[in-house]
């Protein structure tokens, strides 16, 4: 382990399939990280496994902390889908749980203070706190990933909206086009400019164009890669990802002129290449240009973001 | 005077060519309404009337309030431009005003406190303290009138944004199309949405198919008078509006997810033709449906409001 403060929290990054947690110190240093698969399904016994694995991975970190004489203040989850302010999970369907009192039920079976938020939440807390949105007082988090959520900061805290669903740039409507868009469980956006929207895009086009694409295992990662190669179909399709991602940006920035825009997740990694594209796409276009800048906190993010839960 | 509370507030809803005032006491009972136009115009003398009137009806005011024996606790005043939260007007070009510390100024002349800022901010607060959205702890005041504006409150306060520009909903861009906007004085919604937009649209559609349409005071109230009595042109413009403002409110609910949205302005006057429409638009489109509802101040939004702005 590398030198810690004297007090820590147990930050956990709870995935559809993985567990990635650390100890975590007030000034956001990382030691004793965990990676562990867990075999959660749609169904309830699966899902139990993986609150099981969860508890022995909080339970093992915390025990280390513990031979160390550090003081554990408590444990953050950041799990993967929507949650109550009180630590209830809504709905996790990669998980299989459906209004499980996750934070109530862990504090219960491991005797210590647990905070439980949505993961983009947690990593906007996370990069508020430790990362690329320190020192801001209102701050916007655009997590681009296999599907796109977001996270709205004001006066520092977390502003969680009436359905806890506050956020969710995923289901902005990027055109009228759109007005027509039913599916309750993939945002609008999200259908387009998520990494899955990506893939399902590029696959498109190149089927028009009898390009051969990969059947599985096809990623917005190859597309972008394919792109920066030169070629014209992957070109298409990241310059209209661009155009999608700048659009947001364009709609966060109209709303809640925040002090700064952070993009992060798997899209946002490449952020490199995206973030001059939408500077480009949007120069001139609104009032007052977005302070858009990278995840500082990358991999990280969400150990980072569920050790923030706990303040 | 109609009865009043032992303390009042003077509330200013100044605007580009007339002053509304009155007092206002903790209840929201308005007293001494006072109507008076100015002679602003685009040039420094014309702003210099402007402000010598308003301080003249505050004063006219506060006297009337003095000599009922009632304690005068300041004024508030919502100008129609940019300002900051010290009261300071950045850029109001119908008054021709810029970078004018107008509450600290009106403080000297007037020796009251004086709360100064944008009017769309102050009806956001009078909707919240007396209207509509009292009650809630997070809401956004949608005002459709000549422009469209906004204002964003979250935790019962004011968010005003890294540039006071939160709440900018006239500024969304409603598609990739948009992107090419390159207008700093109008928005991209507001192009299309607001009062202004609604007649330049109709007037395009009507001189289109040869329809006489008058070429000066032709309004978004006709467009909307004309729909109502069933003419097709009419009828088309009212359509496109009700998507660009359901794409809007659609917009506003994904990302901040607010207790209420309170339709306002000249075109939320409308709001019982406007409401219902919208929300048969975004019937199954949105994971959770905003609350939306009309403004319950109409024509004293603008007084109650700057009277809010006075805490």
Redo the contacts between chains.
Sequence with gaps: MEALGDEVVVGVDLGGTKIFAGLVDAAGRVAGETYVAHGAGSDGAAGETAYERLVGVIRELAAAAGAQGRRVRGAGVGAPGVTRADGTVISAPALGWRELPLAARLQVDLGLPVRVDNDVNAIGLGEHRFGAGQGTR?LFVMAVGTGIG?A?I??G?L???????????????????F????N?DW??LESVASGSGIAARARKLADAHGIPVPREGFRAEDVFLAAADGAPWARAVFDETI??L??AV???Q??????RIVLAGGVGRAADRVIPAIER??A?????PP?LVASALGYRAGVLGAAALVS
Aim: glycine fraction near 14%; charged fraction near 25%.
């Design positions: 209102s977001g709205v004001v006066d805290r502003h969680r909206g009436r359905h806890d669903a506050a956020g969710e740039v995923g289901a902005l409507l990027p055109g009228l086009e007005l027509s868009w039913q309750r945002g609008a155009e999608y700048a659009l364009a709609n966060v109209a709303l809640l002129d925040p002090d796409r949007l001139g276009v609104l009032p007052f302070d």
